[in-house]
């Protein structure tokens, strides 16, 4: 029997425009973790999918089991127990997470003996047991519409689980996750290994990386770079291995320069669907130059927060200005035209239209003025030129430039284009949530950059993550909230990231 359970050879995936794996070999023993590691749009999560039947290879073979396989579909590939968390979800807005779960399996009953029937009371139960004993809490009978990204996130998690995949691969699985259950997931991961699954777990978190994987394999630009030993790898060699240079992990932040109140927030609170307040009596404000970070487990009413001063969701009372004037009931494009500047949580529901071109999605906060239209006529020349500009400034990679349709593109270059269409409106108040997340180590060092610049160009910054090294490393002032509180508000370097943690856990005096 062979010494790995999958092998792929000299594998060639080429799509309109660029090659995405070019010649790749790798061998995967069974019951080891092997990391993937690459900056975005290296080719990782293309070379997954062919493990996992989502594409097929135009050069190379797969075995698994030392035996040659051919998957035509995911189907296919479950059948030889390979399991895949995808990085972008693959749900159905309007079925329940048991019937997201369950979807696609052989029903489980015949009713009358012959009508095929899943129990999906029985299905219900299992997936809460099953959801209990790994830590990924979900209510079995909610719809997908209705849960927080995260814990859509468990779900995607949960289906591998349930079909009891032998192979089981993750691609970015921490990306929307908190710290803790970032810890659990790992310790999970660490407990499969232990009872002889093979995990392939794809991730940016190189120390993720250093905590669990045994093995790991670099790509840069679609081609195999180098497979190491992790235990004789260092952070910065990881780093340096993946991007193709030195990376510094650390960035010199110049003295703040004040101006005035840019954004004020007064006794803000917000309602969800079901009338609970989830953003509680808020009040803050952000000067020009200062980067004003909320940090908070997620789910606590930050990102309501954003929403609310972006004007996307109904605030319940309470009063927000913009540089002096009031903006509480203006609609999204009058706090657009006033100078916000918004980059979402979900970039693929609220930040982009995934079946349009790059150009047409660079081009949404421009399209209507000119030199972008004229005499309600679009000029698609200055959406091309505008879109070359972008991509070649923030480092987006994409098969066909400008045409490139934007659902094809990887998680980190979608992030990248909405990142680079906000910052470009040089807006006087710049929304970040998230605006790290699934990125690799280059580009998340290059989004700090433009941060930092945004900062020192005189804009007010309003910085949501849940990732406490980037609030301590970027923050002028933090804003702890717990329960739709802001329970401290303090110049950032008057707190500890112990501080942040307590309070964050809802510790009101430290």
């Not at 807006?427 to 998340?444: E, H, S």
């Amino acid at each position: 029997m062979s010494e790995y359970i999958v092998e792929m050879r000299h594998i060639t995936k080429r799509f309109p425009g660029i090659v995405a794996n070019d010649d790749i070999s790798l061998s995967i023993r069974k019951g080891e973790v092997y990391a993937l590691l690459g900056e975005n749009g290296a080719g990782k999560s293309t070379l997954m999918s062919m493990l996992f039947g989502m594409y097929e290879p135009d050069r190379g073979e797969i075995l698994v089991n030392g035996k040659p396989v051919v998957f035509h579909s995911s189907t296919d590939a479950a059948a030889h127990s390979i399991g895949m968390v995808h990085q972008h979800f693959t749900l159905v807005d309007n079925y329940t997470i048991a019937e997201n779960i369950v979807l696609g399996i052989v029903p489980m009953k015949k009713k009358f003996g012959f009508l095929p029937w899943t129990d999906m009371k029985k299905a219900n139960r299992e997936i809460a047991e099953l959801s209990a004993k790994y830590g990924l809490e979900v209510n079995p009978s909610d719809l997908i519409q209705d849960v927080q990204v995260s814990v859509r996130q468990r779900v995607e998690i949960l289906k591998m689980l349930y079909r009891k995949a032998e192979i089981m691969i993750f691609d970015e699985p921490t990306a929307v996750l908190t710290p803790q259950e970032i810890d659990y997931l790992l310790k999970i991961i660490d407990g499969l290994r232990r009872d002889g699954k093979t995990i392939i777990l794809i991730t940016h978190k190189i120390e993720e990386i250093k905590r669990i994987a045994d093995r790991c394999a670099i790509l840069r630009d679609g081609r195999l770079v180098a497979v190491r030993d992790v235990s004789g790898l260092s952070v910065q060699e990881m780093a340096d291995l993946m991007v193709g240079r030195q990376v510094s992990f650390t960035r010199e932040k110049t003295q703040p320069r004040f101006t005035d109140d840019i954004l004020t927030v007064e006794h803000l609170s917000v309602k969800n669907e079901h009338n609970f307040e989830v953003v509680k009596d808020v009040s803050f404000r952000i000067r020009g130059g200062e980067i004003f970070a909320v940090a908070g487990v997620s789910g606590n009413g930050q990102t309501e927060i954003a929403d609310a001063v972006a004007g996307l969701v109904k605030i319940s009372s309470g009063k927000i200005d913009l540089d002096g004037k009031d903006i509480t009931q203006s609609s999204v494009r009058e706090r657009a035209r006033a100078g916000i500047s918004y980059i979402p949580e979900d970039r693929q529901q609220t930040g982009l239209v995934l079946d349009f071109f790059l150009r047409d999605n660079l081009a949404l906060r421009k399209y209507s003025r000119e030199p972008f239209s004229g005499k309600g006529i679009l000029k698609h020349d200055q959406f091309l030129k505008y879109a070359q500009e972008l991509i070649d400034r923030y480092d987006i990679r994409c098969a066909e430039g400008p045409d490139t349709i934007v659902r094809s593109m990887s998680g980190g270059n979608q992030q990248k284009a909405i990142i680079g269409r906000e910052i470009e409106e040089h807006g006087k108040l710049i929304i970040f949530v998230q605006p790290t997340r699934g990125l690799d180590i280059g580009a998340i060092e290059n989004i700090h950059r433009q941060i930092l610049e945004e900062r020192e160009r005189g804009a007010a910054i309003l910085l949501i993550s849940l990732e406490l090294d980037e609030i301590m490393k970027l923050a002028d002032t933090i804003g702890i909230i717990y329960r739709g509180e802001l329970l401290k508000t303090a110049p950032a370097k008057e707190l500890t990231s112990h501080d942040v943690g307590r309070y964050m856990m809802g510790v009101k005096e430290i």
